[in-house]
Nanobody, 127 residues
Framework: QVQLAESGGGLVQAGGSLRLSCAAS????????MAWFRQAPGKERDFVAA????????YYVDSVKGRFTISRDNAKNTVYQQMNSLKPEDTAVYYC????????????????????WGQGTQVTVSS
């Protein structure tokens, strides 16, 4: 079992930045694809970004490319998401997710592929 705990959310003005963290416990994340999803009020949970276990592959939804950066520190068992140039449409609860895999370069983008989820952290971007 992997337990995930997000932190770093908050209220920020449009154009600002936030850095989300996801601390994992229970098992090392070195064999897990790690990802961020988000869910805006009244909407479905959507994929944002993912990183392969090795850190060599990343994938982003088009709307955040060039603004968000996912990273991981396997030694610290922590995943990060740096979010720059934030927009009001980025307002959502952000969830960290983990998917156990045998493949060090694999990424995954669908909710059903992820086995473990955090409780989420609220990000609110004011205009």
């Amino acid at each position: 079992q992997v337990q995930l705990a997000e932190s770093g959310g908050g209220l920020v003005q449009a154009g600002g930045s936030l850095r989300l963290s996801c601390a994992a416990s229970g098992r090392t994340i070195s064999r897990y694809i790690m990802a961020w999803f988000r869910q805006a009020p009244g909407k479905e949970r959507d994929f944002v970004a993912a990183m392969s276990p090795s850190g060599g592959n990343t994938y982003y939804v088009d709307s955040v490319k060039g603004r968000f950066t996912i990273s991981r520190d396997n030694a610290k068992n922590t995943v990060y998401q740096q979010m720059n140039s934030l927009k009001p449409e980025d307002t959502a609860v952000y969830y960290c997710a983990a998917d156990l895999t045998l493949y060090q370069e694999k990424v995954a983008t669908t909710i059903s592929e992820y086995d473990y989820w955090g409780q989420g952290t609220q990000v609110t971007v004011s205009s």
